[in-house]
């Protein structure tokens, strides 16, 4: 690294990402899970991009290469859609994946390895679809819960620098603290408050504006991540503020996302440099 990373720099990286998606609005697919449509779509839409939800086979051609990135979920994977998946992702355009409970099932398991060899720029999951992901097996829990994660963030850190090394992604996990690494860096963005995992898709919305992200900064996928995690964690925080609980959060959420100014961000991001 030429230049210090300390927490303004961070700070103003931060702002200049939302700043350019807001300014460049830009095209980002979602093969996302049906749970989480709604959410991504007005997430994306509230942070400046344009979101399309489309997973037609036979549109993919016409449709991907007009697109500034890619975000494929697999939280309702169907046999119907995962030759989508492999399209989209397979289609030149910057992508991002989300194992979404990556280990429900050897077929979603073989599924999510099939799409890390595709090479995606980030992969965002919680801990334990991290650690499942690394180890490449459904049985690496007892306590396993589906999509929620059954660990903390810091438990999958290891896991996540060898998936990192061994498929060239970007790995991010979130939780309390968000960690995001290449492999050799690791950055921790700790913004967000708890009341964020009693809504169902917020991190599938996080991986959609990390799509978003890397949309506008395709050629710094750790940075992009870095900031698309702090940037939804500050709208969560500051979202808490108004509500009283988690229907009232998810719409203050989407609010703060699209009001976020400068001052707001350059002053309540926080992000450091790990190791
Ligand atoms: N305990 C927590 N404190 C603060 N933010 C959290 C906490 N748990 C999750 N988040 C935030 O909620 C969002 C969704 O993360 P997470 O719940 O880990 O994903 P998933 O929904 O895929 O399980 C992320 O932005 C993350 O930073
Ligand atoms: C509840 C549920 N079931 C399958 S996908 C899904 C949504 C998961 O969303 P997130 O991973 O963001 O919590
Ligand atoms: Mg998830």
Not at 137 to 159: V, Y
Not at 210 to 217: P, R, Y
């Amino acid at each position: 690294m030429d230049e210090e990373r300390t927490a303004e720099w961070w700070g103003r990286r931060a702002w200049a990402l939302l700043s350019a998606v807001r300014a460049r609005a830009p095209l980002v697919q979602c093969i996302t899970n049906l749970v989480s449509m709604d959410i991504v779509a007005n997430a994306l839409l509230a942070a400046g991009a344009s979101p399309a939800m489309i997973h037609c086979l036979r549109e993919i051609p016409d449709f991907t290469p007009r697109c500034d990135a890619v975000c494929v979920n697999v939280g309702t994977l169907s046999e119907d859609w995962l030759p989508s998946m492999h399209a989209a992702a397979s289609a030149c355009r910057p992508w991002v994946l989300d194992p979404a409970a990556a280990a429900a099932s050897e077929f979603r398991m073989e599924a999510c390895l099939s799409l890390l060899a595709l090479r995606p720029a980030v992969v965002r999951g919680n801990a334990s679809e991290i650690l499942a992901l690394a180890s490449r097996s459904i049985a690496s829990s007892s306590t396993f819960k589906g999509a929620d994660s059954s660990h903390d963030s810091g438990d999958a850190l290891e896991a996540a620098k060898s998936l990192a090394q061994s498929t060239g992604a970007v790995i991010a996990v979130s939780g309390a603290v968000d960690y995001i690494t290449d492999g050799k860096q690791v950055v921790g963005a700790s913004n967000g408050v708890a009341m964020m995992q009693k809504i169902t898709a917020t991190g599938c919305a996080v991986t959609a504006l990390i799509t978003a992200f890397v949309a506008v900064e395709p050629s710094d996928a750790l940075v992009a991540a870095a900031c698309a995690l702090a940037i939804f964690g500050l709208a969560g925080e500051v979202g808490m503020e108004s509500a009283k609980g988690p229907a009232s959060l998810r719409m203050h959420l989407v609010d703060t996302l699209y009001c976020l100014d400068e001052q707001t961000v350059t002053s309540r991001v926080k992000i450091t440099l790990q190791s």
